[in-house]
T-cell receptor, first 114, second 112 residues
Framework: ETGVTQSPTHLIKTRGQQVTLRCSSQSGHNTVSWYQQALGQGPQFIFQYYREEENGRGNFPPRFSGLQFPNYSSELNVNALELDDSALYLC?????????????FGPGTRLTVT | QQQVKQSPQSLIVQKGGIPIINCAYENTAFDYFPWYQQFPGKGPALLIAIRPDVSEKKEGRFTISFNKSAKQFSLHIMDSQPGDSATYFCAATVAAGNKLTFGGGTRVLVKP
C-alpha cells in the first residue's frame, strides 16, 4: 500500500504566473483535501474533492481551483500568483467524505513566488 | 476567525519529561479531534485522535485528555525522547473525513 504522494517537491514561480500541483491519494481512498500551510502556521483548508466533485471550500479566492480524476488523484491550480501564495501545499486523502476515515497527508509541495 | 486555539507556541523539556500541549475550540459541532506531528520539510503525520464521548485516550507514549464542558483538549507526551522534537498540531472537524481546522502549532524540543 502506497501513501499519499505529491509532485513537484519544490517550485519557484513569478508573480502573475499560474501553477499546477499534483497529488496521488493513498490506495483505497476516494477523497482528497488540499491545505495551504504558511511558514510557522497551521494548515488552512482550501477545498475537498469527493468522487470527482468539489465537496466543501475554505476561504480562498476563485483563482484557487482543483480537479479530481477517476483514479482519485487530484490537481490544485492557482492562477495569477501572488507573493502571499508562497507556502507549503499539502494534500490529504481519506476513505470517504463525512465517514470515519482519518485524513493522511502527503509530504507537500513547497511553492515560492518571487 | 481562529476556531482552534493552541498553546504554548513552543516548549522545551529534558529527555523523560512530559510536554503538555493545550487546545481550545469554539464550534460545538466539532466531534473529532486529531493530533498531528510534523517534522521540518515533511507533511503532518496523524498521531492520535479522540471523540467527545471519551475523556482520555492513550496510544503508546501519547495521551489525549478531553474536557467537553470546557471545550478543551490536550496532548501529553510521556517519557519524551529527543526524536519527539517536532511541531505538533491539534485539529478539529465535524466528521473525520471533513475539513480539518488546525491550531497554530507547538514546537517541542526535547533535550538529551
Amino acid at each position: 500500500e502506497t501513501g499519499v504522494t505529491q509532485s513537484p517537491t519544490h517550485l519557484i514561480k513569478t508573480r502573475g504566473q499560474q501553477v499546477t500541483l499534483r497529488c496521488s491519494s493513498q490506495s483505497g481512498h476516494n477523497t482528497v483535501s488540499w491545505y495551504q500551510q504558511a511558514l510557522g502556521q497551521g494548515p488552512q483548508f482550501i477545498f475537498q474533492y469527493y468522487r470527482e466533485e468539489e465537496n466543501g471550500r475554505g476561504n480562498f479566492p476563485p483563482r484557487f481551483s482543483g480537479l479530481q480524476f477517476p483514479n482519485y488523484s487530484s490537481e490544485l491550480n492557482v492562477n495569477a500568483l501572488e507573493l502571499d501564495d508562497s507556502a507549503l501545499y499539502l494534500c490529504a486523502s481519506s476513505e470517504g467524505s463525512g465517514s470515519s476515515g482519518e485524513q493522511y497527508f502527503g509530504p507537500g509541495t513547497r511553492l515560492t513566488v518571487t | 476567525q481562529q476556531q482552534v486555539k493552541q498553546s504554548p507556541q513552543s516548549l522545551i523539556v529534558q529527555k523523560g519529561g512530559i510536554p503538555i500541549i493545550n487546545c481550545a475550540y469554539e464550534n460545538t459541532a466539532f466531534d473529532y479531534f486529531p493530533w498531528y506531528q510534523q517534522f521540518p520539510g515533511k507533511g503532518p503525520a496523524l498521531l492520535i485522535a479522540i471523540r467527545p464521548d471519551v475523556s482520555e485516550k492513550k496510544e503508546g507514549r501519547f495521551t489525549i485528555s478531553f474536557n467537553k464542558s470546557a471545550k478543551q483538549f490536550s496532548l501529553h507526551i510521556m517519557d519524551s525522547q529527543p526524536g519527539d522534537s517536532a511541531t505538533y498540531f491539534c485539529a478539529a472537524t465535524v466528521a473525520a473525513g471533513n475539513k480539518l481546522t488546525f491550531g497554530g502549532g507547538t514546537r517541542v524540543l526535547v533535550k538529551p
